[in-house]
Nanobody
């Protein structure tokens, strides 16, 4: 059974930084696809960043500000978020699939590409 646990959320002022962590168990991260999603109040969940199969993908809204990475030895995926703005305020979710599907590279922000989700961590950015 796979399990994902996020941490690192909090409250920061605009222009600040946070690093989110996603510790996973039940699978070997080097062979699967993982992603970060977020959901703001009243909005649909959206993909932020994803990695797998040698690829790293970012949403246009976070390119140049966010960096996704993972440490396979620690079973952890990270999301470094810099130059945060109030528009980044949301609950951030970690997602994973046991393996990278053939369609993942074409739609890495399709929630259907993932079969395991974390509980989410709140990020609040104030002006």
């Amino acid at each position: 059974q796979m399990d994902l646990v996020e941490s690192g959320g909090g409250s920061v002022q605009a222009g600040g930084s946070l690093r989110l962590s996603c510790v996973h168990s039940g699978f070997t991260s080097s062979n699967n696809c993982m992603g970060w999603f977020r959901q703001a109040p009243g909005k649909e969940r959206e993909g932020v960043a994803a990695l797998g199969a040698g690829n790293t993908v970012y949403a246009d809204s976070v390119k140049g500000r966010f960096t996704v990475s993972r440490d396979n030895a620690k079973n952890t995926m990270y999301l470094q978020m810099n130059n945060l703005s109030p528009e980044d305020t949301a609950v951030y979710y970690c997602a994973a699939h046991t393996f990278c599907t053939a369609s993942w590279r074409f739609s890495p922000f399709n929630m259907g590409e993932y079969n395991t989700w974390g509980q989410g961590t709140q990020v609040t950015v104030s002006v």
